[in-house]
């Protein structure tokens, strides 16, 4: 593996490899970078459970941290993204971890860099830290993925969440199903049915709820109590959800709408847990690319 | 100690603890954090001298600084402080530094989270590092500080000094007078009397000046030369000032307006002084809640 | 050495002893401050490669990175920058490297600051450090600068880069000459006689390209594929360049404005190069400065 782009292009084998590394890192393995290496991070989006978690796994790991501020940077002056990388790379960075507005603005930066590249959201594209995230979340769960009943619910259009998500959870053997209003269903995924929200509650053994990408649409939509009640997590569902299931969701939540304020942080809810695993997965990523470069394997 | 919100928590043994721990790093004192510890800056208002002074402050102790850009964040998003401080909770921080708009801001956040806050300036409410580096300014120039003299001066009401500093050092035995226009007097400490800056400068052992708070009146006030003749430090007023008698200011200044320009570095000034005593302050209070914190021990 | 400003300060003697320096460090020479030091970096116009090659290099020498985002700081409360060079100093920064947009903005703080000051640029004045790794990525080519012929090509009046490399080729032996339109001519600069493109091409040894200053030009200029042709870098010129000749440009390049998108990355291109060799040239500074302030040299 030399780059990080989507769970596509990651093997099974990959994914259990990476999992693995972040239990170990969970359960206080302790990994320093002997040499001096560089990771620039580069956001062109706002985040911040993201972009400080990639922060954290990278000091905890021992490399030199360079946050660019792209509002100061010389892309104001029309630098293209292309030179920026070949920039950091002649300046000495090893990786670069980037979130951008354009799906797949990475294809052009493949074979032209010796950089890592890790891909930390790509437009309505992919997000496969956040996708390890909730599969290290899930095992750390149920200790399978097999068989499991995975019900994702809401803005699935939108979602870089979503679509990889539900791909590769059928890859490892989940059952996976939709839910959410008929104007966010994403025709590309149409081999994944839609249930209600009330029928989600009763099957799912992992309620993954997506945010709103208010962000990210042309039109605001209704993302009100309406909503709540219609597609979100209430009270009243929550109470029908089956023993041993467990909420997760990507976060920032957007509270009293994808789901009721007070279930944030419920007995259910692994939610700020799902951030804590974060940093976990991102130092197995970091650590297994770097390590790699190092040794110049190249996917 | 766990949290640093305001001058009124702190017993006056804790003030003490923290000036002699203070006094010790001013002294060449060395303590690094044997562990990685993670301490979070997060400024909602601009900032150059509080901000940068908790970074060096952070990094003298050996803790790993995360930066927070309030304007690239999820905040933009509309994710609220409690959700932001949860997040850092989540991936590891232990302690964050915070300056925001709202007076109190802090409030709901307290029994919520097991990181330690460091209020580093709420509204017009508290700055709890600034009046400790004051002090320990004022304990290092006469090393007491019952029975001294000292003047606040200028735009009381909106100052979180001046609130702090008067009580505080009415606690400690100072005898307080506040001087300044009358439409920014503060009815809530009607217990210190107003005097002109004539009679100020005549009896002030500490002449303790504001910065006008443009930034915080909702109609500009007459920042201007005439100010500086009405109620601000002339030469011709510095003049007439005590024997070992000390200008101080919190920075930063209004050149012209509280005080003459020329009188910034004078002799007599602490201004810079000030501004170095808050990095050993900070590390001393750093120093205590971390350390407290891994002790377990709560406020 | 104390401040580095412009070349013009610098002696020859100096400037050697920076690029022996230089390839000290690009030969895998590490030295590591052993006393924590303070290096903050104030931009106050957008920049990537200069403030990250400058932090690269303050990272490989060991010391602390301060970036100043100056969106964010007491600048924003209308504070001078004098005032904000003694705020560091008294938190205890060591040096201080700065780009403004005010030529010569380092004037009234020479005799007033223990900061070293490194200019990273001051409007249309100059850029040491970019000159030195020009000087750095000539001299690693031809071992020599008596004889060679230097074209500088482009926006000659608006470039902080082509006044100080100018003055200093000549200095050291090299030959000078200057090619553009002649709107962008600079009087200050008569003694260097301008050519055509086409006879440039067959001049130089070393075809230096400069980038049009937009961001400085009062009247946005004709930036477009007509520039190109009457005064940039075609497919058709490089053919005619002599054997072993190369070409460099400061970047961010316009691509197809002062070059074909193409020649950026040929063979003679060594735009690259002297990104990477920017951080050897910086450490050389940063390193000879900060040595020097701790023996107590001043210039």
Known sequence: MKHLLDMTSLETEEIHEILQRAEQFRTGKVIKSPEMKFVANLFFEPSTRTRFSFEVAERRLGYEVMNFETSSSSLQKGESLYDTIKTLEAIGANAVVIRHQDERYFEPLLNETSLSIINAGDGCGHHPTQSLLDLFTIQQEFNKFKGLEVVIAG?????????????????????????????????????????????????ADVLMLLRIQNERHSTKCNASSSYLESYGLTIEREKRMRANSIIMHPAPVNRGVEIDTTLVECERSRIFKQMENGVYVRMACLNLLLQNAQEGMVV
Not at 162 to 188: I, M
């Open 155 to 203: 803005d699935i259009r939108h979602s870089r969440v979503a679509r990889s998500n539900a791909s590769v959870l059928k890859r490892l053997g989940a059952h996976v199903t939709f839910s959410g209003p008929s104007e966010w269903q994403d025709e590309r995924m149409s081999e994944f049915p839609y249930i209600t929200m009330d029928e989600a509650v009763e099957r």
